[in-house]
């Protein structure tokens, strides 16, 4: 079994930052990606950023170039810095992780980011 606990979202005027956490705990070895989800109001829940157990990172085509996703040495922290901001990222974001590529097993329990602008 794995944890993810997220914080650090908020409220932030356009243009602004913020970085999101999440903390992984339980049996962290098993897991092979982990990733940022979000959800806006109304809207299906669509995959940000991912980053892979070897480094690799990819991104929605709404956020390159903006947002960075990251992870610590130990593997236990994973970031998602958010530049240049735009009231269309607003929505609940969300910490996941596979242990099998493509199935995303574990979830955290969200955190609100909210753009104004």
């Known amino acids: 079994q794995v944890r993810l606990v997220e914080s650090g979202g908020g409220l932030v005027t356009a243009g602004g930052s913020l970085r999101l956490s999440c903390v992984a705990s339980g049996d962290i070895g098993s897991l092979v990606t982990m990733g940022w989800y979000r959800q806006a109001l109304g809207k299906e829940r669509e995959l940000v950023a991912q980053?892979?157990?070897?480094?690799?990172?990819t991104y929605a085509d709404s956020v390159k170039g903006r947002f960075t996703v990251s992870r610590d040495n130990a593997k236990t922290t994973m970031y998602l810095q958010m530049n240049s901001l735009k009231p269309e990222d607003t929505a609940v974001y969300y910490c996941?992780?596979?242990?099998?590529?493509?199935?995303?097993?574990?979830w955290g329990q969200g955190t609100q980011v909210t753009v104004s602008s």
């Open positions: 980053i892979t157990s070897d480094g690799t990172t």
């Open positions: 996941a992780a596979c242990i099998v590529v493509g199935h995303w097993d574990y």
